[in-house]
T-cell receptor, first 115, second 113 residues
Framework: DAGVTQSPTHLIKTRGQQVTLRCSPK?????VSWYQQALGQGPQFIFQ???????QRGNFPDRFSGHQFPNYSSELNVNALLLGDSALYLC??????????????FGPGTRLTVL | EDQVTQSPEALRLQEGESSSLNCSYT??????LFWYRQDPGKGPEFLFT???AGEEKEKERLKATLTKKESFLHITAPKPEDSATYLC??????????????FGQGTILTVHP
């Protein structure tokens, strides 16, 4: 049973550039969330996608956008990168149905470094 | 706004020395409290979900408990491989059922042989 997968593993960008991160959810899951984790901090919620629509959003600017595809995979796009965007970006998936619908499972993350 | 505070920030134990990690929370209606383990440079690994005060769950040397204001993660006779950052998160019952998780900053556990 494949878990949540993310690509790429690491990424280095310069200020002002744009970046796209990718996530494939765990088999059987239909909801994908994205989190940003700065060094030494807990993950911060960016947004969540279900049925190809953004359903809930955290306190992140419009530079952060996303997309969910019909196969439930998702992308996170960040425009006009700032030094402060350097972080581990985590994708989490879950299923809205079933007895364990609250449980979210995380991928290994993408380490983004902005120079 | 939901808030989660974990203590201590860091905990050093000798192998076999039992202890507890604390997670205090404020949330507008608790839909679930979650414990995760995170190794350096990796994504969080799901451990437990607790739904209501008085609930307890166990897995190997770990036991999680829940009250109306806090949760404890008890570690019995820890081993060096238990060294990791332990994260606590809550999900509130308001709004849609999609629900974000609000995390604490984590407790860094180091177990010395």
């Amino acid at each position: 049973d494949a878990g949540v997968t993310q690509s790429p593993t690491h990424l280095i960008k310069t200020r002002g550039q744009q970046v796209t991160l990718r996530c494939s959810p765990k088999s059987g899951h239909d909801t994908v969330s994205w989190y940003q984790q700065a060094l030494g901090q807990g993950p911060q919620f960016i947004f969540q996608y279900y049925e190809e629509e953004e359903r809930q959003r955290g306190n992140f600017p419009d530079r952060f956008s996303g997309h969910q595809f019909p196969n439930y995979s998702s992308e996170l796009n960040v425009n006009a990168l700032l030094l402060g965007d350097s972080a581990l970006y985590l994708c989490a998936s879950r299923s809205l149905g079933g007895s364990s619908y609250n449980e979210q499972f995380f991928g290994p993350g993408t380490r983004l470094t902005v120079l | 706004e939901d808030q989660v505070t974990q203590s201590p920030e860091a905990l050093r134990l000798q192998e076999g020395e039992s202890s507890s990690l604390n997670c205090s929370y404020t949330v507008s209606g608790l839909r679930g409290l979650f414990w995760y383990r995170q190794d350096p440079g990796k994504g969080p690994e799901f451990l437990f979900t607790l739904y209501s005060a008085g609930e307890e769950k166990e897995k190997e040397r770990l036991k999680a408990t829940l009250t109306k204001k806090e949760s404890f993660l008890h570690i019995t006779a820890p081993k060096p491989e238990d060294s990791a950052t332990y994260l606590c998160a809550v999900k509130n019952a308001g709004g849609t059922s999609y629900g974000k998780l609000t995390f604490g900053q984590g407790t860094i556990l180091t177990v010395h042989p």
